[in-house]
């Protein structure tokens, strides 16, 4: 079945940077998009980024862009994501997400972020 492991969340200052992975298995990882939602305390889903197949093609929420940067390994079976320069309005749990034709059928467990000082 189609299973996700997220890693690399943690504690962070603001202006710090962390990458955040997510094993994919289950699926063809290679034949789907893939994207990143958040969810900060108390408030709903929001969509960060996503990516195209092939890694060549990626997506922003304005409020991450130029600061994140969305990657895949297709090899690994691995999706990344870099956050540099991170504030205090980024602490939230973070998902990955499989993207079927622009729904997001099936979702990781996430992984916390928090910017604190």
């Known amino acids: 079945q189609v299973q996700f492991v997220e890693s690399g969340g943690g504690l962070v200052q603001p202006g710090g940077s962390l990458r955040l992975s997510c094993a994919a298995s289950?699926?063809?990882?290679?034949?789907?998009?893939m994207s990143w939602v958040r969810q900060a305390p108390g408030k709903g889903l929001e969509w960060v980024s996503d990516?195209?197949?092939?890694?060549?093609?990626?997506s922003y929420a304005d409020s991450v862009k130029g600061r994140f940067t969305i990657s895949r390994d297709n090899a690994k079976n691995t999706l990344h994501l870099q956050m540099n320069s991170l504030k205090f309005e980024d602490t939230a749990v973070y998902y990955c997400?499989?993207?079927?034709?622009?729904?997001?059928?099936?979702w990781g467990q996430g992984t916390q972020v928090t910017v604190a000082s």
């Open positions: 289950g699926f063809n990882f290679s034949s789907y998009f």
């Open positions: 997400a499989k993207d079927h034709h622009g729904d997001l059928d099936y």
């Open positions: 990516i195209n197949t092939g890694g060549d093609s990626t």
